[in-house]
């Protein structure tokens, strides 16, 4: 199944109502798509104390690595605020775990998708 960069961003916005966000009222949501052509969703969940927060792009990969995908393509990231939405550095630095030449998909203001590699996000990344 061939995932369209649109559809991948349509997936991500299906998650914004599906965010906890009761502090910041910040909503997010990423669609990750694996090697395998499979689409794993996630949302932002804040917590009182916010280190124990976890973003919709850590939500994505942690839940594709729980049921054993370890190789992505494409990530796609929105967020209430629209335009365009980075991952934070946290983030940068997962996904550079599993896939530093991973495309990172966001939309502008004008409903443009605008695409970077990870590696022009992140490009001195921690790694052993």
Request: charged residues 20%; proline residues 3%; aromatic residues 8%.
């Amino acid at each position: 199944m061939n995932v369209t960069d649109r559809e991948l961003i349509d997936r991500a916005k299906t998650m914004l109502d599906k965010a906890y966000v009761p502090y910041s009222e910040f909503h997010v949501g990423a669609a990750l798509l694996d090697s395998q052509g499979n689409v794993f969703t996630g949302c932002n969940v804040e917590n009182s104390s916010y280190g124990c927060a976890c973003c919709a792009e850590r939500t994505a990969v942690f839940k594709a690595v729980s049921e054993g995908s370890r190789s992505f393509e494409a990530i796609a990231i929105v967020s209430s605020a629209g335009g365009e939405t980075y991952p934070c550095g946290i983030c940068r630095q997962v996904l550079s775990e599993f896939a530093p030449k991973i495309r990172v998909i966001l939309e502008n203001n004008d409903g443009e998708l605008v695409t970077y590699t990870l590696d022009e996000l992140l490009p001195h990344s921690f790694s052993l």
